[in-house]
């Protein structure tokens, strides 16, 4: 995603789920304001996809790694997964905001937003969008309220957390931390899984409506939010592999706890995911803004591949840690060395960071090079 982020908080963004041209000429493009999310026929909307609303120009804002009563590996992989919950808080909050409209999902939110302390307020959202979304699934609303919700928990819990302990948080909530004041103008290679949507992999792919013109054009609006069904499932799977990887690397054995339990909502996040975005409808559409063209082909056709057949919710076996083993059903990757570098990489693949500062970029890099040098107090060696 490309985003540009200034202090009065307006931004564009776009969607790449293949990665993207940090130079792209889209950087000098009129930014709009973020929460101005079309409302009705006459208002203009953000441009393409959500991403991360607060970001720091500064890296490193204390240089103290202190983990108070925890140890330092502990509280360095509980800050790394707080700040993995804070983008991902704010990339679904974004995607509410545009599926809220009136007469569908207002309010039910237990949590706050982490950013603001504060309850969020519906935006109104946009009817075309979300009836679109809901070619995926009647409750998508609902379901995506429900994921926001769930990531606004995770990311107040862990601050909290890591708060009582007296562990430092100043590179999530301090003044150049996530939260910060200053903004700017804005794997195992052996084996690969079939692709439901290739063309999903090529280019750029818009997620969220940027005018009321995509709203407007009902293929365009369709392969929108078909591309956010998508994209739904490859936020929740990078924190369903996550979780499990680091959980590994922790000492404390009330840590442990805090992991092992938030870990497995995220892999029920992404087996929603994963069966509502097989409900798309064949679809190809050219968007030329982006220049890219996806197609969505039918996946209830017996022609389809066994392992790309729409209904299909569970795991599907694959190998694992030896190819000499028979294959197995599991959270995969689940390989702990490198895991928090390798979930910054996977993000930024998505293009998620296109347009950011090279101190954004290095905060990230800090907190996940600190949560992936944690070992076990008995260990002397990397884990594999």
């Given at each position: 995603?490309?985003?540009?982020?200034?202090?009065?908080?307006?931004?564009?963004?776009?969607?790449?789920?293949s990665?993207g041209n940090?130079?792209s000429?889209?950087?000098?493009?009129?930014?709009?304001?973020?929460?101005?999310?079309?409302?009705g026929?006459?208002?203009?909307?953000?441009?393409?996809?959500?991403?991360t609303?607060?970001l720091?120009?500064?890296a490193r804002a204390?240089g103290?790694?202190?983990?108070?009563?925890?140890?330092?590996?502990?509280?360095s992989i509980?800050r790394?997964l707080a700040?993995a919950?804070?983008i991902?808080?704010?990339?679904?909050?974004?995607?509410w905001?545009?599926?809220?409209?009136?007469?569908?999902i207002?309010?039910?939110?237990?949590?706050?937003?982490?950013?603001t302390?504060?309850?969020?307020t519906?935006?109104?959202?946009n009817?075309?969008?979300?009836?679109?979304?809901?070619?995926?699934d009647?409750?998508?609303?609902?379901?995506?309220?429900?994921n926001?919700?769930d990531e606004?928990?995770h990311a107040?819990?862990?601050?909290?957390?890591?708060?009582?302990?007296g562990?430092?948080?100043?590179?999530?909530d301090?003044?150049?931390?996530?939260?910060?004041?200053h903004?700017?103008?804005?794997?195992?290679?052996n084996?690969?899984?079939?692709?439901?949507?290739p063309t999903?992999n090529?280019?750029?792919?818009?997620?969220?409506?940027?005018?009321?013109a995509?709203?407007?054009k009902?293929?365009?609006?369709?392969?929108?939010?078909f591309t956010a069904?998508?994209?739904?499932?490859?936020?929740?799977?990078?924190?369903?592999?996550?979780?499990?990887s680091?959980?590994?690397?922790?000492?404390d054995?009330?840590?442990?706890?805090?992991?092992l339990?938030i870990?497995p909502?995220?892999?029920m996040h992404f087996?929603?995911?994963?069966?509502?975005?097989?409900?798309?409808t064949?679809?190809?559409v050219?968007?030329p803004?982006?220049?890219?063209?996806?197609?969505?082909?039918?996946?209830?056709?017996?022609?389809?591949?066994a392992t790309?057949?729409n209904n299909?919710?569970?795991?599907?076996?694959?190998?694992?840690?030896?190819?000499?083993?028979?294959?197995c059903s599991?959270?995969?990757p689940?390989?702990?060395?490198?895991?928090?570098?390798?979930a910054v990489?996977?993000l930024?693949?998505?293009?998620l960071?296109?347009?950011?500062?090279?101190?954004?970029?290095?905060l990230?890099?800090?907190?996940?090079?600190?949560?992936?040098?944690?070992?076990?107090?008995?260990?002397?060696?990397?884990?594999?």
């Open positions: 995603m490309k985003k540009f982020i200034s202090k009065n908080g307006v931004t564009s963004q776009s969607q790449s789920l990665g940090p130079n000429g889209q950087a000098n493009r009129p930014v709009v304001g973020r929460r101005s999310f079309l409302k026929l006459g208002a203009t909307g953000a441009l393409l996809v959500p991403a609303a607060l720091a120009t500064k204390s103290d790694d202190g983990g108070g009563k925890l140890s330092k590996g502990d509280a509980l790394f700040a919950e804070i991902e808080s704010d990339l679904w909050e974004q995607y905001e545009l599926s809220s409209f009136t007469g569908t207002n309010s039910g939110f237990a949590s706050t937003n982490p950013a302390g504060k309850k969020v519906p935006t109104g959202g009817e075309k969008y979300t009836a679109a979304l809901q070619l995926l009647g409750d998508m609303p609902q379901y995506i309220l429900d926001t919700d606004f928990s107040n819990f862990l601050l909290a957390y890591l708060k009582s302990k562990a430092n948080t100043e590179d999530l301090g003044r150049d931390g996530l939260f910060g004041s903004f700017r103008t804005l794997d195992d290679p084996f690969k899984f079939d692709q439901a949507v999903l090529v280019g750029k792919h818009t997620a969220i409506p940027r005018t009321d995509d709203a407007n009902p293929d365009l609006i369709k392969a929108i939010a069904g998508f994209h739904f499932a490859f936020i929740e799977i990078g924190g369903t592999s996550l979780y499990p680091l959980a590994q690397r922790v000492t054995p009330e840590v442990l706890r805090v992991v339990s870990g909502t995220e892999a087996q929603t995911w994963q069966d509502k975005a097989g409900n798309a064949p679809l190809m050219m968007d803004i982006n220049n890219s063209t996806v197609t969505f082909v039918d996946l209830t056709l017996d022609s389809t591949p790309l057949r299909l919710i569970m795991p599907e076996p694959c190998p694992f840690l030896n190819e000499n083993f028979p294959i599991i959270v995969r689940t390989a702990t060395k490198g895991a928090a570098m390798a990489n996977a930024t693949a998505d293009g960071f296109i347009g950011q500062t090279r101190e954004f970029e290095q990230l890099k800090d907190l996940a090079t600190d949560a992936d040098q944690a070992r076990r107090e008995s260990d002397d060696h990397d884990h594999h």
